[in-house]
Structure formats: C-alpha cells, structure tokens
C-alpha cells in the first residue's frame, strides 16, 4: 500500500517562508499528478498547487500564483512547495495528495497525505 509522508509545516511569521515536503512510499511502480490542497476552518479544501510527472505541467492557486513554487524529484517520489512572502489567510492544515500505482496493482489510485498545519501569526 502507499503512504505519503509530509514534513516543513509550522509557525511562521509574516513576509515568511516555508518549504514543505511530501514522500510517496510503498513499493510505487508509477506516480502521475502530485499536489498540494489546503483548508482553513469553515472553508472547503482547495487546490494550491499540482505538478505532474516529470514537471513538465503546473498549476497554481490565484491567491499563491506569485507567491508558490510546486516541484518534485521523481527519483525520490518526493514533491515539494515553497511557498514565500506568507500571509496570515495562508493559515491552514496542508494536504499531500498523489495519484499512483503501486507494483502489484494495475489501476491508479488517489492517496492523501495526513496534513500538516501552516500557522502564519506575528
């Protein structure tokens, strides 16, 4: 089975930066989209950003779109998000998600992260 492991979240102040990870584990035979969701309390989960395999296709939440960088290392099944100059409505619990195929299946399969909490507070 996959797992997807997160780390880099925390408390940061504003005009701050942050770099968070996410490892895809579990035997993967192939990885297509990886991307990162975010929600905040009485919001619904969006779309921060996605990369797909190879990076050769990105895409970018408005409120992030100069702000964000997604990228990714295939050779370690590892995606990244930098994101800089952070706010305080940046402030939520950040989601991994990646769909992949494991080496003993045949279909892919979309697998989350377990979140991981990006304060923005002075």
């Known amino acids: 089975q996959g797992h997807l492991v997160e780390s880099g979240g925390g408390l940061v102040q504003p005009g701050g930066s942050l770099r968070l990870s996410c490892a895809a584990s579990?035997?993967?035979?192939?990885?297509?989209?990886m991307g990162w969701y975010r929600q905040a309390p009485g919001n619904q989960r969006e779309l921060v950003a996605s990369?797909?395999?190879?990076?050769?296709?990105?895409t970018y939440a408005d409120s992030l779109k100069d702000r964000a960088i997604i990228s990714r290392d295939d050779a370690k099944n590892t995606v990244y998000l930098q994101m800089n100059s952070l706010k305080p409505e940046d402030t939520a619990v950040y989601y991994c998600?990646?769909?992949?195929?494991?080496?003993?299946?045949?279909?892919?399969?979309?697998?989350w992260g377990q979140g991981t909490q990006v304060t923005v507070s002075s």
């Open positions: 998600n990646a769909v992949l195929r494991l080496r003993n299946g045949s279909r892919f399969s979309n697998y």
């Open positions: 990369i797909t395999s190879g990076g050769g296709s990105t």
């Open positions: 579990g035997s993967i035979s192939s990885i297509s989209v």
